[in-house]
């Protein structure tokens, strides 16, 4: 949350690294990289897929299924949403663990 630049971005990558945010902080934090990126730029961003939010594994997680982040897209009301994918974990033995995909273009 400590992020303030303005119109400094075509594209900004996020990849496994805004999923420890819970729901709620996750939508200033959304709210500033919106800030960040230049006219019409991209937010890539990934994150678990689910629906659970909390503590896992020592550390917190807020996962997204396609319900979920339309609601959280709505509520933020800044960002296109111009696709959405899942795909596999590549980590050997997680092959089960599914992420959600996000490509988001910043609205006028």
């Known amino acids: 949350t400590d992020f303030h630049e303005k119109e400094k971005y075509d594209g900004i990558w996020a990849c496994a690294s805004l999923l420890h945010l819970p729901c709620e902080a ?23 897929y689910g629906t659970f939010e909390g503590m896992r594994e020592e550390r917190y997680y807020t996962d997204f299924d396609e319900e979920k982040m339309a609601r959280l897209l709505s509520e933020v009301n800044v960002f296109e949403l111009e696709k959405e994918w899942i795909t596999q974990d590549v980590i050997p033995g997680r092959e089960a663990q ?11």
Do not use: T
């Open 98 to 108: 599914k992420w959600m995909n996000i490509l988001l273009r910043k609205a006028e």
């Open 26 to 48: 996750l939508k200033q934090v959304l709210f500033s990289l919106y800030c960040a990126l230049k006219p019409d730029g991209i937010l890539y961003a990934s994150f678990k």
